[in-house]
Nanobody
Framework: QVQLVESGGGSVQAGGSLRLSCAAA????????MGWFRQAPGKEREGVAS????????YYADSVKGRFTISEDNAKNTVYLQMNSLTPEDTAMYYC????????????????WGQGTQVTVSS
């Protein structure tokens, strides 16, 4: 079982930055894949980035490469999503997710989810 709590969402103007945090409560934090997803109104949920806590290996969606960075602080069982050069197209509810074992390149397989945090980017 993994419990996830996100924080750090908010409103920002285009070109700005935000950092999301996801704290994970699990007995096996060292060997889980943590990911970030987003869902805008009327759109399907999209995988954004993932990181395997054991190796720090990361995957990113093409839409955020070069702008978003996923990182971890194993001492705090926390994963971060640093979002730079934000555009209105990044506006969405952002969800933290987790699964035991390595991440998959297509950002699939997650079975634990947080409650979400809203990110709004204005033009």
């Amino acid at each position: 079982q993994v419990q996830l709590v996100e924080s750090g969402g908010g409103s920002v103007q285009a070109g700005g930055s935000l950092r999301l945090s996801c704290a994970a409560a699990t007995y096996a934090y060292i060997s889980i894949c943590m990911g970030w997803f987003r869902q805008a109104p009327g759109k399907e949920r999209e995988g954004v980035a993932s990181i395997y806590t054991h190796t720090s290996h990361t995957y990113y969606a093409d839409s955020v490469k070069g702008r978003f960075t996923i990182s971890e602080d194993n001492a705090k069982n926390t994963v971060y999503l640093q979002m730079n050069s934000l555009t209105p197209e990044d506006t969405a509810m952002y969800y933290c997710a987790a699964m035991y074992g390595p991440c998959t390149p297509n950002l699939s397989g997650f079975n634990y989810w947080g409650q979400g945090t809203q990110v709004t980017v204005s033009s």
